[in-house]
């Protein structure tokens, strides 16, 4: 099982970058498709951007598209989130999971994961 770990977060004002990062440790993402998640208190987990790492195909939230983006560096076994134009409700901790289903890639279904980061913080100031 694949171990993650997610940095990249911090503190931006709005309409601000960040790149996130998510690297797999003790493995690799090869046959995997990796998303990352977002949650803030008292709300429930969900799906910002998921991608089949082999081939690249992509998915966005209808909230980020446009705005986020999505790539995978092979070399380096990391899956990276460049978010641009952020906005105060990005805030949140992000999280980034990954699963074998590849016909799943894409699901925003928490149950689907079998392996999930600790999350790194985001947090955007107005």
């Known amino acids: 099982q694949v171990q993650l770990k997610e940095s990249g977060g911090g503190s931006v004002q709005a309409g601000g970058s960040l790149r996130l990062s998510c690297v797999a440790s003790d493995g690799t993402y090869n046959r995997k498709c990796v998303t990352w998640f977002r949650q803030t208190p008292g709300k429930e987990r969900e799906g910002v951007a998921g991608i089949y790492y082999d081939v690249g195909t992509a998915n966005y939230a209808d909230s980020v598209k446009g705005r986020v983006t999505i790539s995978q560096d092979k070399a380096k076994n990391t899956v990276y989130l460049e978010m641009n134009r952020l906005k105060p409700e990005d805030s949140a901790m992000y999280y980034c999971?990954?699963?074998?289903?590849?016909?799943?890639?894409?699901?925003?279904?928490?149950?689907?994961?079998?392996?999930w980061g600790q999350g790194t913080q985001v947090t955007v100031s107005s």
């Open positions: 999971a990954a699963h074998y289903r590849v016909p799943l890639c894409g699901t925003w279904n928490l149950n689907d994961y079998i392996s």
